[in-house]
Each structure stands twice: as C-alpha cells, then as structure tokens.
C-alpha cells in the first residue's frame, strides 16, 4: 500500500473460525488495532454472527471465494461463480485469491470490480514446523509502514498466530506503528 502515515495493514484469510476469530478480535480490540479479514463465503453462511462481529468491530473485509478454489486448478466462470456466491455475504471491493495464485485470465475478469489483494509479508503461521517466535521474528523484521501481513484465523494455524500476534501488535506500539482496516471501495486505491 502507499504510505500513509504509520499504517500498517494486517489480514487475516480464511475465516470467520469459531474458537479462533473470537481471539482475534479480542486482542485486536485490546489493542486498539483495525484489520482486514478476507473471508471464505460457506464460513461467513456458517457462522454468520462472527461475521457480523467482525463488522461490528468496523473491521475491513475481503471476498476470498465461496470454497477456498485453487485458481490455477479452476476453470475461469467456475472461479467467478464461487466469488459471486460468496459476494452475497461478503459486500466489499477486496479480493485475495487462496493461495495467492491466480491465472491471468482471472486476474482480467475480476480487475473491473476487485482490488486484488496480495501481501508483503507472510507469517508462515500455518505451517507446523515454524514456531510462534519464529512467526513473529519474521514479520517484525520486514514489518514498515505501509506494509500489508498475512495472518490466517484457522485452526491450523492459531497456535502460532495467536502468541504471534499478540507480540507483533506490542511491536506496533513499541515502534509507533499503526495496525490499520483497508479501504473496501473500490475507488478509494
Ligand atoms: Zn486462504
């Protein structure tokens, strides 16, 4: 993103996940820290209440397909079909393809209606073998405004998101950083 000030950008993919999404918001609200949650849309049609939290908590949210589609592995208006589905939920002009891979032809079908979101840095949150230290590590070293994160509200992954979270937003406020929500319209990019 362009610099703004001290902003910067944290999302988090795959959600809304009870007994995780609930966390989140929690320490973000602790810590007075906005995001953005691009949400699966069968997970949105199944835990509607968390979604609304999310709203209510005046977080941004992203469309980030019906079923969590491989682009590479899906056909073009298979691809759009599931990202109109999940639009029914899901009312914003954001969109980051799962698996950050996404064929060119999507990328010039979605353009018109979508920002496409990708990410500076990855945690690495879901994967077994890192540690929440390491998760965290990595994200502060690269962490500068105007840098958007990728987090993952899944049970996969909160073990180490959630310790590694926690100690990225205590970064923020050490280094004046400011965990900010990204503009859902379209126009505003
Ligand atoms: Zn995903």
Request: overall charge positive.
């Amino acid at each position: 993103m362009p610099q703004h000030g001290n902003a910067v950008y944290f999302t988090f993919d795959d959600g809304p996940t009870p007994g995780v999404t609930e966390a989140v918001l929690d320490l973000l609200e602790a810590h007075e820290a906005k995001s953005t949650f691009f949400v699966i849309g069968k997970n949105v049609e199944q835990h509607p209440e968390l979604y609304q939290r999310i709203l209510a908590g005046n977080h941004s949210v992203g469309n980030h397909t019906h079923h969590h589609e491989r682009g590479w592995q899906t056909p073009l208006n298979d691809y759009l079909t599931s990202i109109e589905q999940a639009a029914k939920k899901v009312s914003s002009a954001l969109f980051r393809p799962p698996y950050g891979r996404i064929t060119r032809a999507q990328v010039q079908a979605l353009k018109p209606h979508y920002r496409i979101v990708m990410w500076d840095i990855l945690s690495y949150d879901f994967d077994q073998k890192q540690t929440p230290e390491q998760c965290a590590h990595r994200v502060m070293q690269k962490l500068q405004p105007g840098a958007i994160v990728v987090f993952h509200d899944s049970m996969k992954a909160k073990k180490n998101m959630l310790p590694a979270l926690e100690a990225c937003l205590a970064y923020c406020k050490k280094m004046k950083f400011i965990p900010m929500a990204l503009p859902m319209s379209y126009h505003a990019y």
